[in-house]
Structure formats: C-alpha cells, structure tokens
C-alpha cells in the first residue's frame, strides 16, 4: 500500500460528531491524518491521526511565508480555497509520503482500502474532483501546479488575494479552479466518485454525483426508505427494491450543513452505527432483512429544510443590511 496521508486544518469548535469521524478514520489503518487545529477539547485520536495544535493566526503566517504577494485569510472558512496548496504550505509534514489529499470533518469515513488502491495503480496525478475529499500524487511537480497559468490567469493569486470565497478548490459549477489547470497541463486526472455525497436541501437522504462534463450535481434515483450503516468493515446504503434487502457500499459519506445529533456513546472503538438524516444510532449488528431494516430504520422530528431556509434568509437580510450600510 502506497502511503497516504490527509491534510486537515479546522479551527473552532469540532463537529459534534468529530469522536465517530476518527472512529472511523481508525478503521482505515493504511492512512493517516494530520489535523491542525486551535481546539483543546479532548477526544480519542487513533494512532493514525495525529492532531498539531496551531493557532489560526500562526497558520496564517506560514501560509503567507510561501508566497510573495500579500494574502487574504481573515476567516477560517476562506481555508476551502487553500486547499489545492497544501502539498506546498506543509510540504515539511508529507515528505516521504507518495500521496497527500484533503478531506471534510462533516464526513463518515467507510473502508478506503476498497476503492483507493486501484487508483493508486494508475498513478494519477489528481484523484476526485469535489473539495470534501481529493487526492495529489507527492512530488515537487504536482504540488506545485495548482501555481501555473490557467488560460492566461494565474488563478491560485487571483483566489488567495480576496476574502471572496471563489471555490478555487473544486470543480463545482465552475471552470476556473484547479482541476481545469491540471487538465489544461495535461495531468492525469481521476474523476469519477465514490461518495455518498448528500443534496443540502431535502430533509431525507438523496445522493447526488457531480457531472463533470455539464458542470453541475445530477440527482440519483435512490428508494425513499434508506439506511446508511458504518461498520469497521466498511460504509454501506441499505434499502429495499423488488420486496428484497439490498445494499451498496461507498466510499464515505458527506453530511454537508446537516446538523447531527449523537444517540449513542461516540467513544473511541464504536465503529457499528446506523446514519439517518438528522443523527447517528448505535447498532449491534447490520440488518439482515426487511424486519430488520424497518425495526432499526427510525424515524424522527427533522426539521432541517426549515432550519436551511432561516438560516440562508437570514444571511440573506445581514448581507443586504451591510450592502446597505456601505452607500450610505
């Protein structure tokens, strides 16, 4: 197995189910973490995730310490657009790995090993195309890429000297972002996926894939009754067609903008657990059949497209509040 490591940094408060994603990060012993963070709250890290504690402002200044033009980091969400620069800002932390990548912590790891090695093998440049979990082969090349001309425009200083988020990381609705300079450089690109990568929006789970060629997400078809179930032995979706259990494994899945609710104890060695849209409930065992599945498959209160669209009007009316406050 070649070696792989994850760079994250995060600074705040963790997700409330931050103990579950190492859990599950140590199902997955051929690769290891590297969380650079400002919180001090104690959690259970596995023996491949290693956890450096760093002030936001110091990361600030070893970011700005790689470039010659002065940088726009006011905000740790402003990270996102960073991402592509890792294999250069910590290149002292990866060496001797063959590849590096960066990952979400509102993500449920599943068994890595089952998909990742055969891409390894092709020797990729650039593996995945979404921000919540890419993959950068390690050279002095590749880490450096994301720096060349993309149609004239340096890009990467067109991103790093605003405090607009401009989505320099993903290939996301947008031709201007890294994976179309490694693509225009002629570098070997991955970019299917393997996520369960769940629509913002809806209250229950539906999956969406992003299709590159239209530049926008494509909602799957998926059964209305769905269960996602995290073993040590990987992460997989159960539902029922044709009167019979059926199941798919993923890679992990990503719970963007959801708020979880733990129902069990999180500590470190809990790897069986079943996900539904608005938490995450401990199980015994992987149901068998549709009693099974029925009996462990809750359901719950969930009012998450109605805490969205507060949410969103509510950032809405302060943007248009301060748009205001500047004419006058």
């Not at 409930?281 to 719950?300: G, H, S």
Request: net charge positive; proline share 4%.
């Amino acid at each position: 197995m070649r070696k792989l490591c994850f760079i994250v940094p995060y600074f705040g408060e963790m997700p409330n189910y931050f103990q579950l994603f190492l859990n599950s990060c140590a199902s997955n012993e051929n690769y290891n973490w590297l969380i650079f963070t400002d919180s001090t709250k104690k959690y259970s890290y596995p023996k491949n995730v290693k956890k450096i504690y760093m002030k936001f402002s110091t990361l600030k200044e070893l970011i700005q310490s790689k470039f010659d033009f002065p940088i726009k980091l006011t905000s740790p969400k402003k990270l996102c657009d960073y991402k592509p620069a890792f294999g250069y800002i910590f290149e002292d932390y990866i060496k001797g790995y063959d590849y590096w990548g960066h990952c979400d912590l509102d993500t449920i790891m599943g068994k890595l090993d089952d998909f990742i090695p055969q891409l390894l093998k092709k020797k990729y440049d650039k593996i995945f195309t979404l921000g919540h979990f890419i993959l950068y082969k390690n050279n002095l090349e590749n880490n450096r890429r994301f720096m060349k001309r993309y149609r004239g425009v340096y890009l990467f200083k067109k991103s790093f000297t605003t405090d607009n988020i401009t989505v320099f990381d993903e290939n996301y609705q947008n031709d201007t972002n890294v994976n179309s300079i490694f693509i225009d450089d002629n570098a070997k690109v991955y970019q299917g996926e393997f996520s369960f990568n769940v629509k913002v929006i809806p209250t229950r789970f539906i999956r969406i894939v992003y299709n590159n060629r239209l530049k926008k997400p494509i909602t799957c078809q998926i059964p209305k009754e769905v269960l996602i179930v995290h073993t040590s032995e990987g992460l997989f979706e159960l539902y029922i067609e044709n009167n019979k259990l059926k199941g798919k494994e993923f890679m992990y899945i990503h719970l963007q903008q959801r708020l979880m609710r733990v129902h069990m104890s999180s500590q470190q060695g809990v790897y069986t657990f079943s996900i539904i849209p608005n938490g995450f409930y401990k199980l015994n065992a992987i149901p068998q059949d549709i009693f099974e599945f029925k009996k462990v498959r809750k359901r719950t209160l969930n009012i998450h497209r109605i805490r969205l669209t507060f949410k969103w009007k509510l950032l809405k009316l302060k943007n248009l509040i301060k748009t205001n406050i500047r004419r006058i």
